[in-house]
């Protein structure tokens, strides 16, 4: 159940209040047993696959970008990265480049089955650039579902229920954000755009998924 959203005095969108989830939720420690999990490791220094399986082989991910734009990074248009990052291992990287007000990127899933899912953006902030990031989930008959909470890690503000957007730089874990849904999705869309006539490289991640 949430409790309604507010408006503060700032006018600052104030994400609504978690009093309980569905015990399918995405919040892991909610789960009856350990939850099932994609796990972008075994991509590490690629390109994501255009399909792919869950970890434990009963869900089928497909993946695809829309770049309607044209400032997608070549470089790093849906590759996995080797390392670490924001203290997350090889997120996969969504990177534009000489972008403008209102350009966007965007990575989409589509699950073979309904998920409730978790996962981390990863390095959500701000400098030359801004990032802007709006997370939207689908259910099968592609009616809109917002995340249940976006847990901010301290270098972002929450301006609706599916955005999030950068406010301070960082290499630290401040720059993930922790996005739970409540509901069950067959599509999971994470936009980034830029909000600041960017003249150079911007980039966010995703981090792995949980569902119970």
Known sequence: MLTA??????GIWVAPTIVSLD??????GSCPAPPRRVDFSRFAGANLPSTFLSDDGTVTINFSQLN???VQDPNWDGVV???????LDNPVINGMENAVFGDYVEFRFDFSIPVCPSFFLVDVDRGGWEDTVRVTG???GGNRIDPANMILGGTQVQVDSRTVRGT???TSP???VEVQFGDYITRLEVRHSDVTNLS?????GVHDFHWC
């Open 168 to 170: 301070t730089s960082t």
């Open 138 to 140: 689908r259910d099968s």
């Open 68 to 70: 309607p734009d044209g």
């Open 5 to 10: 959203g507010a408006v503060a005095s700032a």
């Open 200 to 204: 150079n490289f911007q980039w966010i």
């Open 81 to 87: 990265f080797n390392g670490t990052l924001n203290g």
């Open 174 to 176: 401040n720059g993930n």
């Open 23 to 28: 015990p399918a939720s995405a919040a892991i």
